[in-house]
Structure formats: C-alpha cells, structure tokens
C-alpha cells in the first residue's frame, strides 16, 4: 500500500513557462510534507516544505501548495528553467515521527 | 560543512556474501538515517538512529540487516547472505534533532549483487 503517490513519472515543459507536479498522499496522519530535488549520480536534496496548518508556502520560484481535505499537494516552479531538470520526490510525514515516506517521484525536463 | 559521505560508492558482490557500507553525516547532525532505492522507485525507509540509538527499523527490513552508530557520529549498515534482490542503491540522510527537520542525503552506495 502506497502512502504518498506521484501518479506523473515524467513531465515536459517548456524553459519559461509553469512546471506542475503533483503529489497524493492516503495516510491522514501526515501532517508535514516536503519535496526533493534529484539529479543523476547524486542523493537527493531538500527544496521546500509545508506543514498541514497552512495551505501554501513560497520560496523564490517554488511554491509548494496543500490540500488536506483532498490529501493532495502539488509543487509549481515559475518561471521553468533547464536546471530544473531532475527527478522530483514528494515526502511526508506523522506527528512526532522521525521517518519520511517518499513517492516514486517525477522527472521533470524543461526544454530550452 | 563537507556533507554527508558514503562509501564506497559502488560495490558488485557475489550472491551468499556480507557487505558493510559506511556513511559519515554532517557533524552537527544527531539524526542519521539509511534509505533504499531502486530503479523507477523513491527512497525507501530502512531505519535511523537519533545519536547512537537505533529509534526505528522498518518491519520490511530482513534480519540479515544490521545497522550500528557506535559512536553516534558514522554509522555502518551490513547486509549478511547477500540475494540478487538486495541490488539497490543505499542512501544515508542525517538531519538535525527536531521532527520534520529535512534530510541531507549522501549520494550513495550502489550495490549490485551477482
């Protein structure tokens, strides 16, 4: 059973324009979310996070937004840049728990 | 801050075999935490220490697993009888000591089982 479910393996956009990437989560107990960023050969790194008591959260180009009633949350990079390109994973976890649960993840590719 | 270190990086063994993996964290961080990953998949959490305390162990994870932090600074993860299915990445995060803290992962040993 799949907590967090990212139901896009790949997205193509366009250098510029909006990138969307979505997350789905089926444990009402989480209650903290974040998003990494990937690149080959290398671990993944943190991008930005939301906590359950708000609804959106901006950082620079990033915007992360939560919708607890749908347990869905997406991730919005404006403007897309080719350095974006990467494999992005949706996190989460409960109250008081150390462990994040990470989806299978995105691969976003931004074309010049 | 230099990171967090794996090593080695890759490691091809033969089926029926033991492995160790190592991971440095970043200093200052008293979390430490071991993932797997596989192809097409996200992270997969094993287990993870706050200092040199074993906090949490996936109930996935087989008995031929063993992760120690003796020290509570590096920690090891063995992998005893090695199958063909343990081929994976493992990746090593530490973080800092609060709930929630984001984690800062180390590129990875790549283990590939014969």
């Known amino acids: 059973d799949q907590q967090v479910k990212q139901n896009s393996p790949s997205l193509s956009v366009q250098e510029g324009r909006i990138s969307i990437l979505n997350c789905d989560y089926t444990?009402?107990?989480?209650?903290?979310f974040l998003w990494y960023k990937k690149y080959p050969a290398e671990g993944p790194t943190f991008l930005i996070s939301?906590?359950?008591?708000?609804d959106k959260n901006e950082d620079g180009r990033f915007t992360v937004f939560l919708n607890k009633s749908a347990k869905h949350l997406s991730l919005h990079i404006v403007p897309s840049q080719p350095g974006d390109s990467a494999v992005y994973f949706c996190?989460?976890?409960?109250?008081?728990?150390?462990?994040?649960?990470f989806g299978d993840g995105t691969t976003l590719t931004v074309k010049p | 801050d230099t990171g967090v270190s794996q090593d080695p990086r890759h490691k091809i063994t033969k089926r029926g075999q033991n492995v160790t993996f190592r991971c440095d964290p970043i200093?200052?961080?008293?979390?430490l935490y071991w993932y797997r990953q596989t192809l097409g998949q996200g992270p997969e959490f094993l287990t993870y220490?706050?200092?040199?305390?074993?906090?949490?162990k996936s109930r996935l994870l087989s008995d031929r697993f063993s992760a120690e932090r003796p020290k509570g600074s590096f920690s090891t993860l063995e992998i005893q009888r090695t199958e063909q299915g343990d081929s994976a990445m493992y990746l090593c995060?530490?973080?800092?000591?609060?709930?929630?803290?984001?984690?800062?992962f180390g590129n990875g040993t790549r283990l590939t089982v014969t």
């Open positions: 995060a530490s973080s800092l000591d609060w709930n929630n803290s984001p984690l800062h």
């Open positions: 996190a989460a976890s409960e109250i008081n728990a150390g462990k994040s649960t």
């Open positions: 939301i906590s359950s008591i708000k």
């Open positions: 220490f706050q200092n040199e305390a074993q906090l949490e």
């Open positions: 200093s200052e961080h008293n979390r």
């Open positions: 444990n009402s107990m989480f209650d903290y």
